[in-house]
């Protein structure tokens, strides 16, 4: 007798847990695979297509996704779990303040759509299986099944369950590498929920609430009730939405999000707001879906990891020692106390730093010159003064900058992180990895190179664009990175310009 995957699979788990049994062992301890329930449904089942569609609603969402305050790390974000047909656009609005994580334990708590039991369902697999590969389950995972008998695992919410499983993919697109604390809640109280939070929750925890918003109300009913609740949420009404009735269908998710939000001061920014009927629904009978983040403060360890570090003010003595260093090569210096005071502020460990630094010079708005240096092999105040002078002298496309031109230059400055090597499979998962107007790249074939600073992204926010432009100026065929395997290697940015 022949017979599918999904019951040879689950053959394969009874009889693991009959031999356990047999052994003494408990199913809490078992060890197994949790495989998509609901790809081919929600969201495309094959790999090419479903990283194909996040890198469509991640571009759509690109110009209209706003990035966090300056200074701040992501905490915490609640996330939609429709159909990505519905929900993949405002979902994606997450790429921005996602960008740059990397092996992050994450909490992602949902709530029961289609068991029913109490507490709260701690899967005790070892892994979550998604079209794009799996995902590690954090050991945080028993440790709160271990924590209390309201934490256990729940098989049946792991067969058929959706509200976590449609988010993993976004964010195996958008973080690099990650485990995964699965829980889904059923009959219980909030308290119970924050306590196993809090148990395992620390600096480098990102939380994460599964929920959409109302069901099946009229258009105009579903928006004055989304951006109610929407509104109670960013003012951290602590009650208000588990109390009213179809705010949410994660609404314990959320009060659970709120309260430990108020706990450790996180401030929730509103990222955006759709409903069904804006989406792929007709508007008869919608359901809501919001992306919000939660930011606090950054831990030591994320600041030390952090690549913008320089203050506005250090920013500014990098921006007037660039001018200062053009303006000798015309023999006009600037005032011996001037010269005296910058000299003494360039006297900074943090701009003695060794970084790569660009120069980069505008005329009336417009490219007239940008030189600069991708590996830290000299600090930043070296950087800046030759590649000032190289900016404006030695840009191969443009004659040498005259000293009335100079008046009117505006300068800007890039400081750069070390570059990384960026993995992809092809040139489709290329075009989905790249972070538009977050990185920088630096494209190599051979003897061929070429970067792109982020700031790029603004004339060309395409990724398909950006690259062919970038293949054109290291010399290549303007489709090399769709036909030929190239080296690939993205960095950050933190830059100050001149104000006028």
């Given at each position: 007798?022949?017979?599918?995957?999904?019951?040879?699979?689950?053959?394969?788990?009874?009889?693991?847990?009959?031999?356990?049994?047999?052994?003494?062992r408990?199913?809490?301890?078992?060890?197994?695979?949790?495989y998509?329930?609901?790809?081919g449904?929600?969201?495309?089942?094959?790999?090419?297509?479903?990283?194909?569609?996040?890198?469509?609603?991640?571009?759509?969402?690109?110009?209209?996704?706003?990035?966090l305050?300056?200074?701040?790390?992501l905490?915490?974000?609640?996330?939609?779990h429709?159909g990505?047909?519905?929900?993949?656009?405002?979902?994606?609005?997450?790429?921005a303040?996602?960008?740059?994580?990397?092996?992050?334990?994450?909490?992602?708590?949902?709530?029961?759509?289609?068991?029913?039991?109490?507490?709260?369902?701690?899967?005790?697999?070892?892994?979550?299986?998604?079209?794009m590969?799996?995902?590690?389950?954090?050991?945080?995972?028993?440790?709160?099944?271990?924590?209390?008998?309201?934490?256990?695992?729940?098989?049946?919410?792991?067969?058929?369950?959706?509200?976590?499983?449609?988010?993993?993919?976004?964010?195996?697109?958008?973080?690099?590498?990650?485990?995964?604390?699965?829980?889904?809640?059923?009959?219980?109280?909030?308290?119970?929920?924050?306590?196993?939070?809090?148990?395992?929750?620390?600096?480098?925890?990102l939380?994460?609430?599964?929920?959409?918003?109302?069901?099946?109300?009229?258009?105009?009913?579903?928006?004055?009730?989304?951006?109610?609740?929407?509104?109670?949420?960013l003012?951290?009404?602590?009650?208000?939405?588990?109390?009213?009735?179809?705010?949410?269908?994660?609404?314990?998710?959320?009060?659970?999000?709120?309260?430990?939000?108020?706990?450790?001061?996180?401030?929730?920014?509103?990222?955006?707001?759709?409903?069904?009927?804006?989406?792929?629904?007709?508007?008869?009978?919608?359901?809501?879906?919001?992306?919000?983040?939660?930011?606090?403060?950054?831990?030591?360890?994320?600041?030390?990891?952090?690549?913008?570090?320089?203050?506005d003010?250090?920013?500014?003595?990098?921006?007037?020692?660039?001018?200062?260093?053009?303006?000798?090569?015309?023999?006009?210096?600037?005032?011996?106390?001037?010269?005296?005071?910058?000299?003494?502020?360039?006297?900074?460990?943090d701009?003695?730093?060794?970084?790569?630094?660009?120069?980069?010079?505008?005329?009336?708005?417009?490219?007239?010159?940008?030189?600069?240096?991708?590996?830290?092999?000299?600090?930043i105040?070296?950087?800046?003064?030759?590649n000032?002078?190289?900016?404006?002298?030695?840009?191969?496309?443009?004659?040498?900058?005259?000293?009335?031109?100079?008046?009117?230059?505006?300068?800007?400055?890039?400081?750069?992180?070390?570059?990384?090597?960026?993995?992809?499979?092809?040139?489709?998962?290329?075009?989905?990895?790249?972070?538009?107007?977050?990185?920088?790249?630096?494209?190599?074939?051979?003897?061929?190179?070429?970067?792109?600073?982020?700031?790029?992204?603004?004339?060309?926010p395409?990724?398909?664009?950006?690259?062919?432009?970038?293949?054109?100026?290291?010399?290549?065929?303007?489709?090399?990175?769709?036909?030929?395997?190239?080296?690939i290697?993205?960095?950050?940015?933190?830059?100050?310009?001149?104000?006028?």
């Amino acid at each position: 007798m022949m017979l599918s995957a999904n019951k040879l699979r689950t053959v394969i788990l009874v009889s693991g847990f009959a031999m356990m049994v047999a052994s003494g062992r408990a199913y809490a301890e078992s060890a197994y695979t949790r495989y998509p329930v609901v790809a081919g449904a929600f969201y495309p089942e094959d790999t090419d297509q479903l990283r194909e569609l996040i890198g469509k609603l991640t571009r759509r969402a690109g110009p209209s996704a706003p990035a966090l305050p300056y200074g701040t790390s992501l905490k915490g974000l609640i996330l939609p779990h429709a159909g990505y047909e519905y929900s993949g656009w405002t979902t994606a609005h997450a790429a921005a303040v996602l960008s740059g994580l990397k092996n992050q334990k994450i909490i992602l708590l949902g709530s029961d759509h289609r068991i029913g039991f109490t507490g709260v369902a701690v899967s005790s697999a070892d892994q979550f299986q998604t079209p794009m590969g799996p995902i590690p389950v954090h050991p945080d995972a028993g440790r709160l099944r271990e924590l209390s008998p309201w934490f256990k695992p729940v098989k049946a919410s792991d067969q058929r369950e959706h509200a976590l499983e449609v988010i993993l993919p976004f964010l195996q697109t958008y973080v690099k590498g990650f485990t995964l604390v699965p829980m889904v809640t059923g009959t219980v109280k909030v308290e119970r929920v924050i306590d196993g939070i809090e148990s395992i929750l620390d600096g480098d925890t990102l939380l994460i609430a599964s929920s959409d918003l109302s069901h099946s109300l009229p258009y105009d009913a579903a928006v004055r009730i989304d951006q109610e609740t929407i509104g109670a949420i960013l003012r951290l009404e602590s009650g208000s939405i588990i109390r009213k009735k179809n705010s949410a269908c994660g609404a314990l998710p959320i009060e659970a999000m709120i309260q430990v939000a108020i706990r450790h001061h996180w401030q929730p920014m509103l990222l955006h707001y759709a409903n069904s009927g804006d989406t792929a629904g007709d508007k008869t009978a919608v359901v809501g879906y919001a992306a919000i983040a939660f930011f606090g403060e950054m831990t030591m360890n994320q600041k030390k990891k952090s690549t913008s570090e320089l203050t506005d003010s250090q920013g500014t003595i990098l921006l007037q020692l660039a001018r200062n260093t053009i303006l000798e090569t015309f023999d006009k210096k600037p005032a011996l106390k001037a010269l005296t005071a910058l000299d003494a502020s360039l006297r900074d460990k943090d701009l003695e730093k060794k970084q790569g630094v660009f120069v980069t010079l505008k005329l009336n708005h417009e490219l007239r010159g940008c030189i600069g240096n991708l590996s830290a092999s000299e600090s930043i105040v070296s950087g800046v003064r030759r590649n000032a002078l190289n900016a404006a002298f030695h840009d191969p496309r443009f004659q040498p900058l005259t000293r009335k031109e100079l008046d009117t230059t505006d300068i800007e400055i890039s400081v750069l992180s070390e570059p990384q090597a960026l993995a992809y499979e092809d040139a489709a998962d290329l075009v989905t990895r790249l972070r538009p107007h977050v990185d920088g790249v630096i494209l190599k074939k051979g003897h061929a190179s070429a970067t792109f600073l982020p700031q790029v992204w603004e004339q060309l926010p395409a990724p398909e664009s950006f690259l062919s432009h970038l293949c054109l100026k290291a010399g290549l065929a303007s489709d090399e990175w769709k036909t030929s395997r190239l080296t690939i290697l993205t960095y950050q940015v933190q830059y100050f310009e001149e104000e006028n």
